[in-house]
Nanobody, 120 residues
Framework: VQLQASGGGLVQPGGSLRLSCAAS????????LAWYRQAPGKQRELVAI???????NYADSVNGRFTISRDNAPNTVYLQMDSLKPEDTAVYYC???????????????WGQGTQVTVSS
């Protein structure tokens, strides 16, 4: 399964960006879609995740400012980021987990990362 992320860029504090990530391949089922981020010198951290039944969870640092959503056809996940802060600056990665054909084997795939920079 391949993931293609897009939508990063430079934005001023208080601004908004929308990230997209499209999954392609022989997908049987998608268990979860998520966004992670990694700032320079820091470990990669979970930002938001959406699972089966549309359950969602957010990191405390983005709760109330970011919104994760998905389209099942095609398999695309979005991250709407509002009220951005300089500390949101990072490379953002999308992640997908589920089962794929043939034989319904598990997959755990990552996108290539997209840079988000929040600066005046």
């Amino acid at each position: 399964v391949q993931l293609q992320a897009s939508g990063g860029g430079l934005v001023q504090p208080g601004g908004s960006l929308r990230l997209s990530c499209a999954a392609s391949g022989t997908i049987f089922s998608m268990n979860s879609l998520a966004w992670y981020r990694q700032a320079p010198g820091k470990q990669r951290e979970l930002v938001a995740i959406i699972g089966t039944g549309e359950s969602v969870n957010y990191a405390d640092s983005v709760n109330g400012r970011f919104t994760i959503s998905r389209d099942n056809a095609p398999n695309t996940v979005y991250l709407q980021m509002d009220s951005l802060k300089p500390e949101d600056t990072a490379v953002y990665y999308c992640n997908a987990r589920g089962k794929m054909y043939p034989k319904y084997r598990d997959f755990d795939s990552w996108g290539q990362g997209t840079q988000v920079t929040v600066s005046s």
